[in-house]
């Protein structure tokens, strides 16, 4: 059944895809099966299989959430931003995590702003994938958060914050960024660093 699955997937047509979700309504496909289906969909962009996606955001199982709020940000599903923006504010880490993620792909003013205020909440996994985000979207009003996230605890976040803030392209970020190089920092937060200073910079 998993090869015949994967040949499925390979055809991306409307019928495989409708197969795909075939699947995903299934009371015989095992947890695998439905995994592979949902990451399929998502990789597809298959708009019709998102009310089946955002059904399955209840799912019991955290890893089949996880998949749907992967592949509805895949899609771009817009109709789906609701539940993603309440997954991203009150699910676990790791559905948080992928839910802004997914946010960013539908982006937008609402999307900017769940990551704007997840920049400074308790978990670093949160707080950098908001960098990252705050980055992908150019959300220059997040600039100044993404200064003060340089100096954050965890490494992965000031890394991301000075990533961002090269994405972003505001060119008052050069001073905090060059002002960072001063101390004794890390080599890859260094690199970081000095990446965006150069792309600021025009250089």
């Known amino acids: 059944m998993g090869d015949l699955l994967d040949g499925i997937a390979r055809l991306n047509t409307a019928t495989s895809n409708m197969e795909l979700i075939n699947v995903l309504r299934s009371k015989k496909a095992d947890l695998k099966m439905k995994e592979r289906a949902i990451v399929q969909l998502g990789d597809h962009k298959y708009g019709?299989?998102?009310?089946?996606?955002?059904?399955?955001?209840?799912?019991?199982?955290?890893?089949?959430?996880?998949?749907?709020i992967t592949s509805l940000g895949k899609i771009g599903a817009q109709q789906a931003f609701k539940q993603l923006k309440h997954i991203a504010e009150s699910g676990s880490m790791?559905?948080?995590?992928?839910?802004?993620?997914a946010l960013a792909q539908i982006g937008g003013p609402e999307a900017i702003a769940v990551a704007e205020g997840s920049i400074s909440d308790d978990n670093p996994a949160v707080r950098e994938i908001s960098a990252y985000v705050l980055?992908?979207?150019?959300?220059?009003?997040?600039?100044?958060?993404?200064?003060?996230?340089?100096?954050?605890?965890?490494?992965m976040v000031k890394v991301a914050a000075a990533i961002a803030l090269g994405e972003i392209g505001e060119k008052s970020a050069i001073g905090p960024l060059t002002a960072k190089l001063e101390g004794e920092?890390?080599?890859?937060?260094?690199?970081?660093?000095?990446t965006s200073i150069k792309k600021l910079a025009g250089l």
Do not use: M
Request: proline share 5%; hydrophobic share 40%; net charge positive.
């Open 48 to 68: 019709p299989a998102v009310p089946y996606l955002i059904a399955l955001l209840k799912h019991p199982k955290e890893v089949i959430r996880s998949h749907s």
């Open 94 to 101: 790791q559905e948080r995590v992928h839910a802004i993620s």
């Open 135 to 155: 980055g992908k979207l150019q959300s220059k009003t997040a600039v100044n958060k993404l200064i003060h996230a340089l100096g954050d605890d965890t490494e």
């Open 185 to 194: 920092i890390s080599e890859d937060f260094r690199v970081a660093v000095s």
